[in-house]
């Protein structure tokens, strides 16, 4: 019996042959009182939220009474493996009808069109190689049109076991009723009388091709959702763990919190964690999309799923299991993969209806050409060809597999979109604000001079600065401690002023450090020589210090520009972006970074809930915005943009409040998105145009007798493999620039 799970169940959907499938299942789930489904044709699983009182094997249920199989997905490798049994089952069909199909055309063919050939139970013949063809290889169409028809409803498979039964039965029945009827065109000539046996040839042929058509569909969807997975595939399966000074492999699935284990060269990281012995170079590509190896050595930050190209490294674990960086990372992918677009919604009302109108359309164009005079047979011709041409399969395809592959090419590179949403709102973005500090610079300052006015001394107020800051958790906060050493005094009293500085007593005086507008708005007067020494500055940002009510020094500290700023910015305004740079920092100590990186707007000055604001007033204005920030200070910010894109801190990737994650600190990652989503988007636009497009000049053209049924069951079954192969073109997008060497 299956319990009731915490949070969204996840289903391996079974069974489901085109979009129209999919739809059936979504609104049969979404009937449960309190549910909400989605349906995804080409990754074959349902995401289901699941009320209280209501349980998984419920959910499994409904799938079931909708003619389906269901199962709770727990592991990629049983996908996998089911995936694997489908395309095998598929290859045996069509070998069968391959073997058979091939010689009933030659024979048939040349029968109907040279009659002195014909001998003593030809016909037979025929029928005896046509029935392995049309009911083992077709078993699949019609399996699904007989649970179809139990269900009352219709799909793709409907058109297809009509159109081969239909021809399948009308060469018999021809056969059988002696109705030599006239000659027809076959594309290459006429037929002499009494080829109607032809038509088990159109059963067979048609069988076949669609046959190879989902064969290789089907593989190509297993290679599109073998991408998405990929990540998960990364993660060492075994892990070295040090007991006792013992070396002891184990599952890596058994590693704990606070473990030692040891990482040979060539090995990957089973977790992550941090170095505590040895240094080495990791090779993050798999994880950041990096190519240059990064040097590691004790107290450095690892990720699992990197590999180890130096020295043996000692690793204390700190998140494993579902925790580590590359776990939510896959975990995201998926996730996003399985989320629909707003044009694949549409797309699935219109499968929903597509079918039921096809049939209502044969039915017309058969009775539409025996009420103008045409033979049974011709009209009989049309209607099949109908039925075989209207398939919506690259309709159902377009957008779900190129969603998958780009997304899936996007977390290759180290940039996790969380959802479709993201890619479209990304195509309409005009404006892109950046973050300065650990989004364009790299968010790890040092102090570079210090300052004492009056009577005070530099050590001094370096020394009263580093105790209250040392409470603090802020990047200059972090410098300032940094420089002024060990052996400070403590701090009582200490309150963080959020986006301006922080307070606390100091050997029973109290001290202030901040900017000049706290020291303003404490009533604190900043001296002349202060201000001076502030304007400056330059690219350095400044802090005062105040002891007792009167400001006694300043400090300086300055932060490094990621190497990749300048170019990626670069690269933001060739793709026609307006860029602008949000800084809490000073005007002058804003504007020399933008200078640097090229960035001609700055807005500074701001405090963290003031960016909300800033991004409201570019919004209001009519632009369509991207914030890019560090996700944490950055949070609202990001939640208020069109689209936020969030520079991610440690393993803990899926705390962001944002639509894109960045892994990799390089700030190409943002351009790289941008390119990638407008790709993804341009594929899915053509893909749909293709299916429309097949759709809308094909029916007519079968609808007029121009259309053969077995060219109609090529042209269908290749439509299909186009749209899939066009959306698996997008794992071959690489960033162009020289720091992917090619890869």
């Known amino acids: 019996m299956t319990t009731a799970v915490d949070g969204p169940v996840e289903l391996a959907v079974s069974g489901m042959t085109c979009a129209a499938c999919a739809a059936r299942v979504e609104r049969k789930l979404n009937r449960l009182d309190g549910v909400r489904a989605s349906v995804n044709y080409a990754t074959e699983r349902a995401v289901v939220h699941l009320p ?133 065109w076959l594309g290459f ?51 070295r763990v040090l007991r006792e000074g013992v070396e002891q492999s184990l599952p890596a699935a058994l590693l704990r919190v606070g473990d030692l284990f040891v990482v040979r060269p060539g090995d990957a ?33 690892v990720v699992g799923g990197t590999v180890n190209r130096g020295g043996r490294l000692v690793v204390r674990a700190t998140e494993v299991g579902a925790n580590t960086q590359l776990a939510q990372m896959s975990a995201l992918a998926e996730q996003a993969a ?62 779900p597999t190129a969603l998958m592959v780009g997304v899936a090419r996007a977390a290759q590179l180290g940039v996790l979109v969380k959802g479709p949403e993201a ?37 001094e107020v370096l020394r009263w600065a580093g105790a209250v800051e040392a409470a603090s958790e802020h990047p200059v906060a972090a410098a300032v401690v940094s420089a002024a050493g060990a052996g400070l005094p403590a701090v009582t009293g200490f309150e963080a002023l959020v986006g301006a500085g922080a307070r606390g007593e100091v050997d029973g005086v109290p001290v202030v450090v901040g900017t000049a507008g706290l020291m303003a708005g404490l009533g604190i007067t900043v001296p002349p020589e202060a201000r001076r020494w502030l304007a400056g500055l330059g690219a350095a940002t400044g802090v005062l210090v105040a002891r007792a009510g009167a400001v006694v020094g300043g400090i300086a500290v300055r932060d490094t520009v990621r190497p990749s700023a300048a170019d990626a910015v670069a690269r933001l305004h060739a793709l026609g972006l307006r860029t602008v740079l949000l800084t809490g920092d000073g005007p002058g100590a804003a504007r020399a970074v933008a200078d640097e990186v090229g960035i001609t707007e700055v807005v500074a000055g701001v405090r963290p809930a003031d960016k909300v604001a800033a991004v409201e007033a570019l919004r209001a204005a009519g632009h369509r915005v991207a914030m890019v920030g560090d996700g944490v200070n950055d949070g609202p910010a990001l939640a208020a943009a069109d689209l936020g894109m969030a520079v991610a801190r440690g393993s803990d990737v899926a705390a962001h409040a944002a639509d894109v994650i960045l892994v990799r600190e390089d700030l190409h990652a943002v351009p790289d998105a941008v390119e990638l989503a407008n790709r993804t988007l341009d594929t899915i636009r053509g893909n749909l145009v293709w299916a429309f497009g097949y759709n809308a000049a094909a029916i007519p053209l079968a609808a007029s007798g121009l259309l053969n049924p077995l060219i109609a069951g090529a042209a269908m079954s290749l439509s299909s493999v186009l749209v899939v192969a066009n959306s698996l073109r997008l794992r071959g997008y690489r960033p162009p620039r020289a720091l992917w060497d090619g890869r």
């Open 189 to 239: 000539g006429v037929t002499a009388e009494g080829a109607d046996a032809v038509y088990l040839d159109v059963a067979a042929g048609v069988t076949t091709f669609l046959l190879a058509g989902r064969y290789f569909e089907t593989r190509s969807r297993r290679n599109a959702v073998g991408l998405l997975t990929a990540l998960a595939g990364l993660a060492a399966k075994d892990a």
């Open 423 to 459: 890619l479209e709102a990304t195509r309409s973005v005009d404006t892109v604000v950046l973050d300065k500090t650990g989004t364009v610079t790299a968010g790890r300052m040092s102090v570079v001079a210090t300052a004492a006015f009056g009577d005070a001394d530099e050590r």
């Open 338 to 399: 399985q989320r629909k677009a707003a044009v694949q919604r549409l797309v699935d009302r219109v499968c929903a209806v597509f079918v039921p109108v096809v049939l209502v359309l044969a039915a017309l164009v058969l009775g539409g050409w025996l009420a103008t005079g045409h033979t049974a047979r011709e009209a009989f011709t049309a209607a099949v060809a109908v039925l075989i041409i209207a398939c919506p399969c690259a309709l159902g395809l377009a957008t």
């Open 52 to 184: 209280a009182g209501l349980s998984a094997g419920d959910a499994v249920a409904a799938v079931r009474q909708a003619g389906y199989d269901a199962r709770v997905r727990h592991r990629a490798e049983d996908d996998r493996a089911a995936h694997t049994a489908a395309v095998a089952d598929l290859r045996r069909r069509l070998v069968v009808a391959a073997v058979l199909a091939i010689p009933l055309g030659n024979l048939s063919i040349s029968l109907a069109l040279v009659p002195a050939l014909r001998f003593p139970g030809w016909e037979a013949l025929c029928v005896l190689l046509a029935v392995p063809v049309a009911g083992y290889s077709a078993w699949p169409f019609h399996r699904a049109a007989l649970r179809n028809l139990r269900h009352g409803s219709s799909s793709m498979d409907t058109l297809v076991s009509l159109g081969v039964l239909a021809s399948f039965g009308w060469a018999v029945w021809s056969l059988a009723a002696g109705s030599a009827g006239p000659g027809y």
């Open 269 to 301: 990281l089973p977790a992550d964690g941090v170095v505590a012995e040895g240094a080495s170079a990791l090779d993050t590509a798999a994880i950041t999309g990096e190519s240059a190896p990064v040097d590691v050595g004790p107290g450095d930050r």
